[in-house]
């Protein structure tokens, strides 16, 4: 099965994807986890690809919504086709750090920042694009951490401070999240405020196991404080 994990810089992504690829290799499960596509090696097509993408602001990139959707949506067809399918169709738990959702929410809050309108609107027409990329996740958690919370931290862990229009933007994006995850019963919310990392991995453990079938040991049963 596919399992993303989304949400804002910060929010906890890549610890939380550590922790659940650890849980379900001791319950034997074969797992596969693939880390955010700027932080990994591509293939030639891949890395081009990831070139252009990553030419423009991080968060404003090309200043087309539409560019920055469809190369989006470019990068990760190819990572299907690399990385997501050959680990599926030998069997393995693919664990993927942002997946179709963070497509859909940067995208998202572009249009609800510069093209005022319905966001349903914006998401039918994201859902259209964001299918070419190939499958969705069986369960996507989006770790909920305030927006503020979230880019504090992820200024600390980077080592600087982001701009009022990066902080404004991430606003938009923590907004869209909230659009999508009442649109889409796919997007599991996991509230991470005030929990330790142990903790948030306890309740992903539970959130994941009501829609898709791992192993779920007694002591996660219920969330220890």
Not at 204 to 213: H, M, T, W
Request: a negative charge; glycine letters at 8%; charged letters at 20%.
């Amino acid at each position: 099965m596919l399992i993303a994990f989304e949400g804002l810089p910060g929010a906890g992504k890549t610890t939380q994807s550590r922790l659940l690829g650890e849980h379900l290799t001791r319950e034997q499960v074969p797992v596969n986890y693939l880390p955010d596509n700027l932080t990994r090696t591509e293939d030639t097509l891949g890395s081009t690809l990831l070139d252009l993408f990553a030419s423009g602001d991080p968060f404003s990139r090309h200043g087309s919504v539409v560019t920055d959707t469809m190369l989006a949506t470019a990068i990760r067809t190819n990572t299907v086709a690399t990385h997501i399918a050959p680990a599926l169709t030998v069997g393995q738990t693919v664990i993927e750090d942002r997946g179709i959702h963070t497509i859909e929410s940067y995208s998202l809050a572009t249009l609800l920042q510069k093209h005022p309108g319905r966001p349903a609107d914006g998401i039918g027409w994201l859902r259209a694009v964001s299918a070419l990329s190939g499958p969705a996740a069986d369960v996507a958690v989006w770790l909920r951490l305030p927006a503020d919370e979230a880019i504090a931290r992820a200024a600390h862990r980077e080592g600087h401070l982001y701009t009022a229009e990066q902080h404004a933007f991430l606003c938009q994006v923590h907004y869209a999240y909230g659009h999508l995850a009442a649109d889409d019963p796919h997007l599991v919310t996991v509230d991470v405020l005030g929990l330790t990392p142990e903790q948030v991995h306890r309740a992903v453990v539970r959130a994941i196991a009501e829609r898709v079938p791992i192993p779920i040991p007694a002591e996660h049963s219920s969330l220890q404080q």
